[in-house]
């Protein structure tokens, strides 16, 4: 084929196949029912196939027409979106896609996640959750909020929050067990998170103790779920404060030791490329540098070669 089909076909061949007759789609398209059918037969000849059975008083989709619908579609509703959005703002903010660490969703972007909506009500956040880099090839994502090394190429990197883990425990394991970690707490008693599996090696070479040895305790996938098992009373998690301190200053954990350990990895804002124009990005990325006190990531944002964190 020379070139794409024209709007105008697709758009007729969407109504026509939505509601089952050429008259009711031209009405709706204000256009004739010749009209719909022109285009709808120019269509089918640009894509040498039937997309159609007529039949008097019937039209109904071929195997063909439904598989090609399924397609167009969601194509043709996002390109309304975008017409509306584009409408609406004049250019500024519409749709940011998001995908966020799961953890860090949940208790720390959310609940902070007003204040960002009071000063841009022109920017609509879709967020979705997930564990690890964020996979852009498919264009359904503008941006995300992940956990790595900020090493990527094909995406623009910049730091937002570093992961501090310290060790905390329900009070009910406190009892049973002492509120020190030593070289004798048993490694089952350690709640281990699958993501950071150095975490717990890390933090007894911090304390100048030698972690002991195996079997170590249960590992789950997410710091939620360390979370909820330490205020179960399953054993000792390492946490960061946005996730521990409400449950510590509520008396549903302890804090086991000031001592911090610091993971290699961190909590990065990814954009791919083709999204550092959108117009709704830089602005959740400077509201993400206020939160953090980190350096302005428009620099960053600028183009392609630049990379931090």
Same mark, same amino acid.
């Given at each position: 084929?020379?070139?794409?089909?024209?709007?105008?076909?697709?758009?007729?061949?969407?109504?026509?196949?939505?509601?089952?007759?050429?008259?009711?789609?031209?009405?709706?398209?204000?256009?004739?029912?010749?009209?719909?059918?022109?285009?709808?037969?120019?269509?089918?000849?640009?894509?040498?196939?039937?997309?159609?059975?007529?039949?008097?008083?019937?039209?109904?989709?071929?195997?063909?027409?439904?598989?090609?619908?399924?397609?167009?579609?969601?194509?043709?509703q996002r390109i309304e979106r975008a017409a509306?959005?584009?409408?609406?703002?004049?250019?500024?903010?519409?749709?940011?896609?998001?995908?966020?660490?799961?953890?860090?969703?949940?208790?720390?972007?959310?609940?902070?996640?007003?204040?960002?909506?009071?000063?841009?009500?022109?920017?609509?956040?879709?967020?979705?959750?997930?564990?690890?880099?964020?996979?852009?090839?498919?264009?359904?994502?503008?941006?995300?909020?992940?956990?790595?090394?900020?090493?990527?190429?094909?995406?623009?990197?910049?730091?937002?929050?570093?992961?501090?883990?310290?060790?905390?425990?329900?009070?009910?394991?406190?009892?049973?067990?002492?509120?020190?970690?030593?070289?004798?707490?048993?490694?089952?008693?350690?709640?281990?998170?699958?993501?950071?599996?150095? !975490?717990?090696?890390?933090?007894? &070479?911090? =304390? @100048? #103790?030698?972690? %002991?040895?195996? *079997?170590?305790?249960?590992?789950? +996938?997410?710091? !939620?779920?360390?979370?909820?098992? &330490?205020? =179960? @009373? #399953?054993?000792? %998690?390492?946490? *960061?404060?946005?996730?521990?301190? +409400?449950?510590? !200053?509520?008396?549903?954990?302890?804090?086991?030791?000031? #001592?911090?350990?610091?993971?290699?990895?961190?909590?990065?804002?990814?954009?791919?490329?083709?999204?550092?124009?959108?117009?709704?990005?830089?602005?959740?990325?400077?509201?993400?540098?206020?939160?953090?006190?980190?350096?302005?990531?428009?620099?960053?944002?600028?183009?392609?070669?630049?990379?931090?964190?």
């Amino acid at each position: 084929m020379s070139r794409l089909p024209s709007s105008t076909a697709l758009s007729c061949f969407e109504a026509a196949a939505r509601l089952g007759s050429f008259t009711r789609a031209g009405y709706e398209l204000q256009l004739t029912q010749a009209a719909v059918s022109r285009q709808v037969i120019g269509l089918e000849s640009r894509l040498d196939v039937a997309l159609f059975q007529r039949q008097p008083g019937a039209l109904m989709l071929t195997e063909a027409g439904r598989a090609f619908l399924a397609e167009v579609r969601p194509a043709l509703q996002r390109i309304e979106r975008a017409a509306a959005a584009a409408s609406a703002l004049k250019g500024r903010g519409g749709r940011l896609r998001l995908s966020v660490a799961s953890s860090l969703c949940n208790y720390w972007l959310i609940p902070r996640l007003p204040a960002f909506t009071r000063q841009h009500p022109e920017i609509t956040l879709d967020m979705a959750t997930r564990i690890g880099p964020a996979d852009f090839t498919d264009g359904r994502l503008d941006a995300s909020l992940e956990f790595g090394d900020g090493q990527r190429t094909d995406a623009v990197c910049t730091l937002v929050l570093a992961l501090e883990l310290r060790p905390v425990a329900s009070p009910a394991w406190v009892d049973r067990h002492g509120a020190q970690l030593s070289a004798h707490t048993p490694g089952a008693a350690l709640i281990h998170q699958s993501t950071v599996p150095e !975490a717990w090696p890390g933090w007894f &070479a911090a =304390a @100048g #103790l030698t972690l %002991a040895p195996a *079997p170590g305790g249960p590992r789950h +996938d997410q710091l !939620a779920m360390a979370l909820h098992a &330490a205020l =179960a @009373g #399953l054993g000792v %998690a390492l946490l *960061p404060s946005f996730m521990a301190d +409400d449950a510590v !200053a509520a008396g549903q954990l302890m804090l086991l030791s000031p #001592l911090s350990w610091r993971a290699h990895r961190a909590y990065h804002l990814a954009v791919p490329h083709r999204a550092a124009h959108l117009p709704a990005v830089a602005p959740f990325a400077q509201w993400l540098m206020s939160l953090t006190a980190q350096a302005s990531p428009i620099a960053a944002l600028a183009g392609p070669e630049t990379k931090t964190g």
